[in-house]
């Protein structure tokens, strides 16, 4: 019993990164439309990035054709966060599982600024563009100047809160995000950073509350409702956390690391048998997990008379 201890409480970490395990072939692709929210037209131009979860480094850009089409082949099999960013709209973040075979298919709207806080600037635009090149003092200075001219809109202080979080100064970050959710209450980004920040700070408790008011709101990044998950079980609210990691396997049937710690809670629950099949899925699914090791020792102590 000791060592089920041991192990399980290895498992208990926010996942922000993982290693990358991919074989030759195993590809496919990305699909999707991008629309507007309130007139139902293409945009076009718009840009797509999509970040490997297992890897950041595997990241790819794209951008939307005159129909608001994108397309992406030779994309390693698995979970990205894709996120669509568009000068005078608002930006969205999700997730999109790749598949071997026919494209993952994502239709995307996006609603503009003016739907949202009238005056939109070029300031935002030039902001977007150093923030993306890692110039982020620089993007401070002209989300600054950009909230100035206009401190109405919600996404030039989520902007500039993701470049104080890109130099470290979290106190900064939180407060932009703080400031971009009161000028729009459904703004699911910033609510999600405050989140992930909270969490990776280890304050669980203030990381739950905005986890779960971003889950309210509609949000379906699987990570999200995976590192939810994590921080109800390190408060140890596993029955919580049990409903969470199975909401997200109903998003992404696949994302095999919510069946490790399913396996998990339902070991705490004395569960043995559905712990059995809910590790040896995992295993299954994916063998070079980082936790596939632990897995089966687990599975190991659980078969011992």
Same mark, same amino acid.
Do not use: W
């Given at each position: 019993?000791?060592?089920?201890?041991?192990?399980?409480?290895?498992?208990?970490?926010?996942?922000?990164?993982?290693?990358?395990?991919?074989?030759?072939?195993?590809?496919?692709?990305?699909?999707?439309?991008?629309?507007?929210?309130?007139?139902?037209?293409?945009?076009?131009?718009?840009?797509?990035?999509?970040?490997?979860?297992?890897?950041?480094?595997?990241?790819?850009?794209?951008? +939307?054709? /005159?129909?608001?089409?994108?397309?992406?082949?030779? #994309?390693?099999? =698995?979970? @990205?966060?894709?996120?669509? &960013? !568009?000068?005078?709209?608002?930006?969205?973040?999700?997730?999109?599982?790749?598949?071997?075979?026919?494209?993952?298919?994502?239709?995307?709207?996006?609603?503009?600024?003016?739907?949202?806080?009238?005056? +939109?600037? /070029?300031?935002?635009?030039?902001?977007?563009?150093? #923030?993306?090149? =890692?110039? @982020?003092?620089?993007?401070? &200075? !002209?989300?600054?100047?950009?909230?100035?001219?206009?401190?109405?809109?919600?996404?030039?202080?989520?902007?500039?809160?993701?470049?104080?979080?890109?130099?470290?100064?979290?106190?900064?970050?939180?407060?932009?995000?703080?400031?971009?959710?009161?000028?729009?209450?459904?703004?699911?980004?910033?609510?999600?950073?405050?989140?992930?920040?909270?969490?990776?700070?280890?304050?669980?408790?203030?990381?739950?509350?905005?986890?779960?008011?971003?889950?309210?709101?509609?949000?379906?990044?699987?990570?999200?409702?995976?590192?939810?998950?994590?921080?109800?079980?390190?408060?140890?609210?596993?029955?919580?956390?049990?409903?969470?990691?199975?909401?997200?396997?109903?998003?992404?049937?696949?994302?095999?690391?919510?069946?490790?710690?399913?396996?998990?809670?339902?070991?705490?629950?004395?569960?043995?048998?559905?712990?059995?099949?809910?590790?040896?899925?995992?295993?299954?699914?994916?063998?070079?997990?980082?936790?596939?090791?632990?897995?089966?020792?687990?599975?190991?102590?659980?078969?011992?008379?």
């Amino acid at each position: 019993m000791k060592i089920i201890n041991k192990l399980v409480f290895i498992g208990l970490f926010i996942v922000f990164t993982f290693y990358l395990t991919a074989f030759a072939g195993s590809t496919g692709a990305a699909e999707g439309f991008i629309i507007d929210a309130q007139t139902g037209e293409p945009i076009s131009k718009a840009k797509i990035t999509l970040v490997y979860a297992k890897s950041t480094s595997i990241k790819f850009e794209l951008y +939307s054709d /005159k129909k608001g089409h994108f397309y992406r082949g030779g #994309l390693v099999v =698995g979970n @990205y966060k894709i996120t669509v &960013e !568009k000068d005078g709209y608002m930006p969205m973040e999700s997730s999109l599982r790749v598949r071997l075979g026919d494209a993952t298919k994502m239709d995307i709207e996006l609603d503009s600024f003016e739907s949202v806080a009238p005056k +939109s600037t /070029k300031l935002s635009s030039q902001g977007s563009n150093l #923030l993306n090149e =890692g110039r @982020y003092e620089e993007a401070i &200075e !002209k989300f600054t100047e950009a909230i100035s001219e206009n401190q109405s809109n919600p996404v030039f202080y989520y902007y500039r809160g993701g470049s104080f979080e890109k130099t470290g100064n979290m106190d900064k970050a939180l407060e932009d995000f703080q400031k971009s959710v009161e000028l729009k209450p459904d703004f699911i980004l910033p609510i999600s950073r405050t989140a992930e920040i909270y969490a990776k700070q280890k304050d669980f408790e203030r990381a739950i509350e905005f986890y779960k008011k971003a889950v309210e709101l509609g949000e379906q990044d699987t990570n999200t409702y995976y590192n939810y998950g994590i921080c109800l079980m390190n408060i140890g609210n596993n029955s919580e956390a049990k409903s969470v990691f199975e909401k997200l396997l109903s998003l992404d049937e696949n994302y095999s690391d919510a069946y490790y710690q399913l396996g998990i809670i339902y070991i705490g629950l004395g569960d043995s048998a559905k712990a059995k099949e809910l590790l040896q899925k995992f295993i299954d699914m994916d063998p070079e997990n980082q936790n596939a090791k632990i897995a089966k020792e687990i599975l190991k102590s659980l078969n011992l008379p």
